[in-house]
Nanobody, 121 residues
Framework: QVQLVESGGGLVQAGESLSLSCAASGSIFSIETMAWYRRTPDKQRELVASVSDRGYIYYEDFVKGRFTISRDDAKNTVALQMNRLKPEDTAVYYC???????????????WGQGTQVIVSS
């Protein structure tokens, strides 16, 4: 099995920055995709940004120009640098990864437990 552990959440004032990190551990051969999702109390979990093993990066419109996703394959981590935060960014942020356990295995997806980000106005 694989564990995804997020860190870096906390309280921040609007306009400030915050960095999130997610570390994958366990039986890992390769990680196809790593992504960040978020969920507010009134909404279903939604995609924030993703990065593939081919280097393809995707951002949802509400974070374009403000957030940066990056991955470190040597450490099996993915980070989300969040700049110019807004109160509407307040949410629980979840790490997501698609992982292969060997060269012959089908990839499987995993979720972290989430880390809370609160942006005050």
């Amino acid at each position: 099995q694989v564990q995804l552990v997020e860190s870096g959440g906390g309280l921040v004032q609007a306009g400030e920055s915050l960095s999130l990190s997610c570390a994958a551990s366990g039986s890992i051969f390769s990680i196809e995709t790593m992504a960040w999702y978020r969920r507010t109390p009134d909404k279903q979990r939604e995609l924030v940004a993703s990065v593939s093993d081919r280097g393809y990066i995707y951002y949802e419109d509400f974070v374009k120009g403000r957030f940066t996703i990056s991955r470190d394959d040597a450490k099996n981590t993915v980070a989300l640098q969040m700049n110019r935060l807004k109160p509407e960014d307040t949410a629980v942020y979840y790490c997501y990864a698609v992982i292969s356990h060997s060269s012959n295995d089908r990839p499987e997806f995993y979720w972290g437990q989430g880390t809370q980000v609160i942006v005050s106005s």
